[in-house]
């Protein structure tokens, strides 16, 4: 069973930056897309950043293109997400999700605070 596990989320300050990780338990090459997708309060979990594991294409939403950025570690079976610039309105849950065979699997989040 495919799991990931999220770290590096926390506390920072506006203009603050962040980097987080995705364990996964298998090699990254088995999934066919691995993304970051983030969720706050009241809101819908909605798309930040994916990335293919075969052409590494990537997708980035408007709101953090040219701050964040998707990569994979392929010896670590890790995919990051670094964040720079970051925003009060970036604060949510983000999670990690992976997909293979047409299945999506997502860790269990962790929570982003961007605070003065």
């Known amino acids: 069973q495919v799991r990931l596990v999220e770290s590096g989320g926390g506390l920072v300050q506006p203009g603050g930056s962040l980097r987080l990780s995705c364990a996964a338990s298998?090699?990254?090459?088995?999934?066919?897309?691995m993304g970051w997708y983030r969720q706050a309060p009241g809101k819908q979990r909605v798309a930040v950043a994916r990335?293919?594991?075969?052409?590494?294409?990537?997708y980035y939403t408007d709101s953090v293109k040219g701050r964040f950025t998707i990569s994979i570690d392929s010896a670590q079976n890790t995919v990051y997400l670094q964040m720079n610039s970051l925003k009060p309105e970036d604060t949510a849950v983000y999670y990690c999700?992976?997909?293979?065979?047409?299945?999506?699997?997502w860790g269990q989040g962790t929570q982003v605070t961007v605070s003065a």
């Open positions: 999700t992976a997909l293979r065979n047409g299945i999506w699997t």
């Open positions: 298998g090699s990254i090459f088995s999934f066919d897309v």
């Open positions: 990335i293919g594991t075969t052409a590494f294409n990537v």
